[in-house]
Every structure is written in structure tokens, then in C-alpha cells.
């Protein structure tokens, strides 16, 4: 499939990106060779005719991707959170990559609805409006449910998308191996691994049983939280091809003036954006990772609600520990812990110098907290962190890329709606609040008790688990091998005996 008939997709593409200026931003980035600049200059010439004009307003590379369609669009959205790879100047522009595209006629929208869940439209919504918003992948519609009278949002995929994606996929392959192989450069970006990730991606947005799955985690994980809201899920009216989710009235978080003429509490609403974040990521490890204003609403009560469970992140709880000590240590202004930190957690090798790395980290540190209210940026300080971390060896963690360009958006959003926000002061008692929980001897009592629990599973076992091991010490050493010391499996039992001992201690408190 990935072949010569890929050929003129890769001619638009190029043509496409030489007339809208991102060939030269991407080349660079690349480090692609000068004549191989001159030589994709000198061929894209000929297939002016091919190339698709995009809109003036967006930078060079978003340009370029949304005027090639739904699939290059997504893709730019998904390579916007992984600077890593396409580096900060093409994130950067990805950024303010936006998906309004024309909508699909509204009655193509119910025909698809009744063939995915099986009954007319007509027979489910006494009302059923034209789109409300058009995406790269699905659209949204306004509804309304028959006996109930319940105001629903429904979302259903584009017609014939997924032969569209795969077709797009197939030609973006095609590309990466040429790039790949042309400029070497472009190895350290990895473009198939790339490709692979996003394919990933996209084919499991292409059924939306799985947002509403995340949409419905995320309900359950913030339940608790006040001022905060996810619609639910109607799961009898969702399918692979269309979601239903309660309608969410609200003033979108973009439009300030909006919010000022409600009488919202702009400076309220922007610290709560940013504290939400936190929170689901400390304390949930599961969090929103697309919560840009598009995302976002006001309800008339103040809370704010989260739509689009698209692109959702994870860390696992050692993880978020890291991340909170890292965050708390830049609070206090205690470099060598935060150094101390890292190494714990093996992100910088053992071998390199410690205290040359507090250093570093001070040089990081000092001249954000030296700034105003309005210039202090924890995703500056992020930044700046990875390329310090960057040049003392520490591999590159994908979780935390997703962290800070996350991180970028909210902070963004926040101060949007209040632009004197002193970052460090809102996010401060979320990370102590995290801290004081999952950090010292009550996170030590509750480890342990986890893995009591786990070993106790092992219990009908125990006893031939310990003949075995008892056997193993009584077995003569090998020829011309030292005497064993000890069975791996006896340390084992050990371990699991006092953790059952432990296990016994924490349920009589």
C-alpha cells in the first residue's frame, strides 16, 4: 500500500508547504542538508498549481496542515504536545492550530446516528439542530430527547473519515521513510515512530465508544471536585460512530468580556483552571491534556465544565510523586533536593556530578522567581528544567512532555482571564496538599499495605512455596561453584511475611 501512488500526495504535500513558507521552518528543524533545501525548492516549482493556499492568520506549518484537510490537521494537533520530537519552533506553531472546519449536512448526521445505535433519530430527539461544531473528526449537534425533554449534545463522525485517515496515514508513511532516509537529521525525530504513534492515536478517536470511556473516567475521578464538571454519558444512545453526553450551557472560557458581563470571578475561574490540572494529575494520575479555551465553558453557577476526552495523559504514581516533589522543591527554592530528586528517580545518570547539577537548576530557578507576578511561568521553568536535564543525559520522559505542554495551555488560559495570576501562589497548595499526602509515613504505611494485599493473594500457595524454597537450601552446591548463600524465593517469603505482619498491624489501628 505504502507506494508509488502515494507519490502525488507527497508532490501536494510539498507544493502545499513550499507555497504557505513551513518547508524552510521544517528543513531546519530537520537539519536537512543544504541541497536537499534546494533541491525540494527547485522541484516543488513545477507543482505550484497542486498546492492548496491555507489561512493567512495561522503560522507557516499550521498553515500548511489545515489546508491539506481533517487528517493533516489532527496530526498537527497530536504533534503539538510532543515537542520532543518536532522540536519547540514547529510545536509552537501547531499550537494555535484550530479544527473549525465546514460541516456535513445535518441529515447525513441522523442517518449516521440511526445506523450506529439502530433506531431513527426522529424516534430518540424531538429537536436535533445543524452542527454546533465542526472538528476534524466529528461534529457536534444540539438535541433534544424525546419523553424527558433533556437537552443532549451528540457527536458523530464524519462520513467515510476512516478511509480518509487510513488513506492520509498510508501516504504519511510514505513521506517519513523518504525523510528518513534523504536526511539524516531527521533520525534523531524518529518521523516512522512518528507516524506510528499518531496512527495510534487517531484510530482510537475514530471510535467513540472509547472518549466516551475516558469522558465517563474523568466524571468519576472528579466527582468530588466542587466547581468542576464533566457531562455524563448516555451509554444506550453511544456507539462506535456517535456519543451522546448531556448538554453543557455555558459562556465558552474564551470570551472574556462574556464571562465579565455574567459577573464571573475571572481571577476565581483562572486559578481554578490551573489548580484542576494540578489536582487530576497529582492526585488522579489521569488528567485532561487538551484543556485549551475551545474545551472549556462557564455555567451560569460558576463551574467550570471539560469537554473533548480525545487526548487524555497518565502518569503512574511514582511518577506523579517525582513530579511534586520537583514542583514543591522550586517552591522552596531548595535546589539540592530537587537534584537529589532526579537522581532518585534515575532520570540523570548516577555518574554525573550533583552538586553541578543543583547549580544548574539554580541557574533555572532563580531568574523565574526574580520576575513579577506576571512574568512568573511555571511552564517557562518546566521548559527551561528539560533542556538543563537535557544536557546533563536525562533521557527524554514522554509523560512529562505531555505534563508541560499541558501545563503551557492552562497557563495560558489562566492567564487569559487573569493576567497578573502569580502561578507559583495558586499552585502552591495543591503540590503541599499532594505532598503531605503521598510523601512520608502515612504514604510508607499505605505502600505497605498494598503490598501486603498483593502477596496475600499468594496465600493457598504459601505453604508449597516454602517447602520449595526450603528444598533449594538443602540442595548440595554445584561443581566448582561457590555454596549458594540463600534462595531468591526464601527472601521472598520473608518479604511476604512481613507484610502480612504489617498488613495484620494496619487493620488492628
Do not use: C
Amino acid at each position: 500500500m505504502r507506494g508509488p501512488h502515494n507519490i502525488l500526495a507527497l508532490i501536494r504535500t510539498g507544493a502545499t508547504f513550499e507555497r504557505n513558507g513551513a518547508m524552510a521552518v521544517v528543513l531546519n528543524e530537520l537539519n536537512a542538508p543544504g541541497y536537499l533545501k534546494v533541491a525540494i525548492r527547485v522541484l516543488s516549482w513545477p507543482f505550484h498549481f497542486l498546492a492548496r493556499s491555507g489561512n493567512p492568520s495561522l503560522p507557516p506549518v499550521a498553515r500548511s496542515l489545515s489546508a491539506m484537510g481533517p487528517a493533516y490537521i489532527k496530526f498537527g494537533q497530536i504533534l503539538s504536545t510532543r515537542p520532543d520530537v518536532v522540536g519547540s519552533e514547529i510545536a509552537s506553531q501547531l499550537r494555535v492550530l484550530q479544527d473549525r472546519l465546514p460541516p456535513f449536512p445535518t441529515e447525513i448526521a441522523k442517518q449516521s446516528f440511526a445506523h450506529e445505535i439502530g433506531t431513527d433519530a426522529d424516534e430518540i430527539f424531538t429537536e436535533f439542530s445543524d452542527s454546533v461544531a465542526a472538528a476534524s473528526i466529528a461534529q457536534v449537534h444540539k438535541a433534544r430527547l424525546r419523553g424527558t425533554g433533556q437537552e443532549v449534545a451528540v457527536k458523530v463522525l464524519r462520513p467515510r473519515i476512516e478511509r480518509a485517515f487510513r488513506r492520509d496515514i498510508d501516504a504519511f508513511y510514505f513521506v517519513a521513510g523518504l525523510v528518513q532516509r534523504l536526511a539524516p537529521g531527521a533520525r534523531r525525530l524518529r518521523p516512522v515512530e512518528v507516524i506510528a504513534h499518531f496512527e495510534s492515536v487517531v484510530m482510537k478517536e475514530l471510535d467513540l465508544r472509547m472518549e466516551a470511556s475516558a469522558g465517563d473516567e474523568f466524571r468519576t475521578t472528579t466527582a468530588d471536585d466542587p466547581g468542576f464538571t464533566v457531562p455524563a454519558v448516555h451509554w444506550p444512545l453511544s456507539g462506535r460512530r456517535a456519543m451522546v453526553l448531556d448538554w453543557a450551557e455555558g459562556v465558552p472560557i474564551g470570551d472574556v468580556e462574556a464571562l465579565r458581563a455574567a459577573g464571573q470571578d475571572l481571577a476565581g475561574l483562572g486559578s481554578r483552571v490551573l489548580q484542576i490540572f494540578l489536582r487530576t494529575a497529582l492526585r488522579d494520575g489521569y488528567f485532561h491534556a487538551d484543556m485549551h479555551q475551545g474545551n472549556l465553558k462557564v455555567a451560569e453557577n460558576g463551574d467550570l465544565i471539560a469537554l473533548d476526552y480525545g487526548i487524555m495523559g497518565r502518569i503512574d504514581e511514582y511518577t506523579r510523586r517525582v513530579y511534586a516533589e520537583i514542583l514543591m522543591g522550586f517552591i522552596r527554592k531548595d535546589y539540592r533536593r530537587v537534584a537529589e530528586v532526579h537522581f532518585e528517580a534515575g532520570y540523570v545518570p548516577a555518574d554525573r556530578d550533583i552538586d553541578a547539577f543543583a547549580q544548574a537548576l539554580r541557574s533555572v530557578g532563580e531568574p523565574i522567581f526574580g520576575m513579577d507576578a506576571t512574568q512568573i511561568s511555571m511552564a517557562r521553568l518546566l521548559a527551561y528544567l528539560f533542556e538543563v536535564t537535557e544536557r546533563f543525559g536525562m533521557e527524554t520522559r514522554t509523560e512529562l512532555i505531555l505534563l508541560q505542554r499541558t501545563m503551557v495551555v492552562v497557563e495560558g488560559v489562566a492567564r487569559s482571564l487573569h493576567p497578573s495570576i502569580n502561578i507559583w501562589e495558586v499552585a502552591g497548595p495543591v503540590v503541599e496538599d499532594y505532598i503531605r499526602r503521598n510523601v512520608g509515613p502515612r504514604a510508607l504505611a499505605r505502600d505497605l499495605r498494598a503490598t501486603a494485599l498483593v502477596l496475600a493473594r499468594f496465600g493457598p500457595r504459601l505453604p508449597r512455596l516454602v517447602e520449595t524454597a526450603i528444598m533449594a537450601q538443602m540442595d548440595p552446591p554445584e561443581p566448582e561453584l561457590p555454596a549458594r548463600r540463600g534462595h531468591p524465593l526464601f527472601f521472598t517469603l520473608l518479604g511476604a511475611g512481613l507484610a502480612a505482619a504489617a498488613l495484620t498491624f494496619w487493620q488492628g489501628l
